[in-house]
């Protein structure tokens, strides 16, 4: 499509958007009295407004019922965070049983690790992406010298090239190889938070298992993103966090999937919990671990209800919409914020880079050269959410969910203001 930048040509498009209705189904900030662009969907999606009714319920159950609402809620709270469970399943490309809601998402992949990562002399190590999320490389660095091994020697990053700013799958692929039958874990996230950088899971997942590793993912960034097969790709285990694109609210429940082949087994290491013993047994409380058949086998505590209230609010709009849908829009809402990134860019003759490569999903990260923290704060007071990475990266994510090809034209607009009052 040839792209133009103006409000006209924006407006056409968003009148043609399929999806422009769902911007109503949100909650807005307002800076100065106006609702604001909303570029940060990447670190805690807007609320969805049936988010209230769906935890006012709980609320007034909860009142009402007392202990008696875990059985006799409207949506009893015993068995509640199964209901999330179909609709997310489809959001990663996962069969139902191979999926469950429960922790945060740091909690979840040291739990996960619990079970994939069983290091022996010989193999154990772990393949990560250099400076991977602090939280991933705080996790495997405890998690190795948890196992006695010495980060240095047991944790192998794949770097970036000289001057570039993204991957390349065939490095990966290549130190996968390499560190051969050392090799006891491949953990990276699917979707990198600082270029938005989306990796070739299917094709790492297949080296990995080829040289015998287990393979994991973190899909904080790339849930509700980005396509996902986890079931097809035959990773072992994932996990995510729902705040981000999933718009579940702050701080919110992590899902974790784990591949079927993994399954009702009793032998495989794990920390267990009632939550995760035969869901008929639960309350006869026997002193013996029945594992549940399913990703539910991992759940430890009884599910936080609350939490999960707004969490299922969200995923019904998910389940409404599907992932295509959000995907085709998120491929042409990206493509024209970066046409009208470049277009600026031009105009001022600025000099922003995009060091996002093209395998991405809604975020574009921009490195402001020569410009700084006065443009950021430009934007944030002139009613643009954005978010600031240093050096001197601002990340946009445009999420099809609720924003506009409009906002993205007056993103333009409010840019160009701000490099010319800022630098000039
Ligand atoms: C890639 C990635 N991994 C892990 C985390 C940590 O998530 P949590 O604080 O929910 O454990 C985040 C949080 O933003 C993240 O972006």
């Known amino acids: 499509m040839e792209f133009q930048n103006t409000l006209g040509f924006a407006q056409e498009l968003d009148k043609k958007d399929v999806l422009a209705k769902y911007r109503k189904e949100f909650v807005y900030p307002k800076v100065?009295?106006?609702?604001?662009?909303?570029?940060?969907?990447?670190?805690?999606?807007?609320?969805?407004?049936?988010?209230?009714?769906?935890?006012d319920e709980i609320m007034t159950d909860w009142a009402e019922l007392g202990v008696e609402g875990h059985f006799y809620a409207e949506k009893p709270w015993w068995d509640y965070h199964e209901r999330l469970i179909p609709p997310l399943a489809k959001v990663v490309?996962?069969?139902?049983e191979e999926v469950t809601v429960m922790n945060t998402l740091s909690v979840n992949l040291h739990f996960l690790m619990v079970s994939f990562y069983t290091p022996t002399k010989n193999r154990f190590k772990i393949l990560c992406e250099e400076k991977a999320f602090p939280s991933d490389q705080y996790m495997l660095q405890s998690q190795?010298?948890?196992h006695g091994f010495d980060a240095e020697d047991a944790i192998v990053e794949v770097k970036k090239r000289e001057g570039e700013h993204f991957w390349r799958t065939e490095d990966i692929l290549a130190k996968i190889d390499e560190v051969g039958d050392q090799l006891a874990l491949v953990l990276i996230g699917g979707v990198n938070y600082y270029n938005g950088q989306v990796m070739d899971m299917e094709a790492i997942t297949k080296a990995g298992k080829k040289v015998g590793a287990n393979v994991g993912w973190d899909l904080a960034h790339a849930v509700g993103n980005v396509e996902l097969k986890l079931h097809d790709w035959n990773a072992d285990f994932a996990a995510w966090c729902s705040y981000k694109y999933m718009n579940s609210g702050p701080g919110n429940a992590s899902g974790i999937f784990v591949h079927e082949r993994h399954l009702d087994q009793k032998d495989i290491p794990r920390f267990e919990g009632w939550w995760g013993t035969k869901k008929e047994e639960r309350f006869?409380?026997?002193?013996?671990?029945?594992?549940?058949?399913?990703?539910?086998?991992?759940?430890?505590?009884?599910?936080?209800?609350?939490?999960?209230?707004p969490y299922l609010a969200s995923l019904e709009l998910f389940e409404e919409v599907g992932m295509p849908a959000l995907i085709e829009k998120q491929k042409t809402l990206t493509g024209y914020l970066e046409f009208v990134l470049k277009q600026i860019d031009a105009e001022v003759d600025s000099s922003f880079e995009i060091i996002t490569p093209k395998d991405r999903g809604c975020q574009l990260s921009v490195f402001l050269h020569g410009q700084g923290r006065a443009l950021f704060d430009y934007l944030m007071q002139n009613g643009v959410i954005v978010d600031w990475r240093e050096p001197n990266v601002i990340r946009l994510a445009p999420?099809?969910?609720?924003?506009s090809y409009e906002d993205m034209h007056q993103f333009g607009q409010i840019l160009k203001e701000g490099i010319l009052k800022n630098t000039r």
């Open 144 to 146: 190795v010298r948890f």
């Open 284 to 309: 006869l409380m026997k002193p013996h671990f029945e594992p549940m058949p399913n990703a539910d086998a991992w759940q430890v505590s009884n599910p936080p209800v609350l939490s999960m209230a």
């Open 93 to 96: 490309g996962a069969r139902p």
């Open 399 to 403: 999420a099809p969910f609720y924003c």
């Open 32 to 55: 100065n009295g106006q609702e604001v662009i909303y570029f940060t969907g990447n670190s805690l999606g807007l609320q969805p407004k049936r988010a209230k009714a769906f935890v």
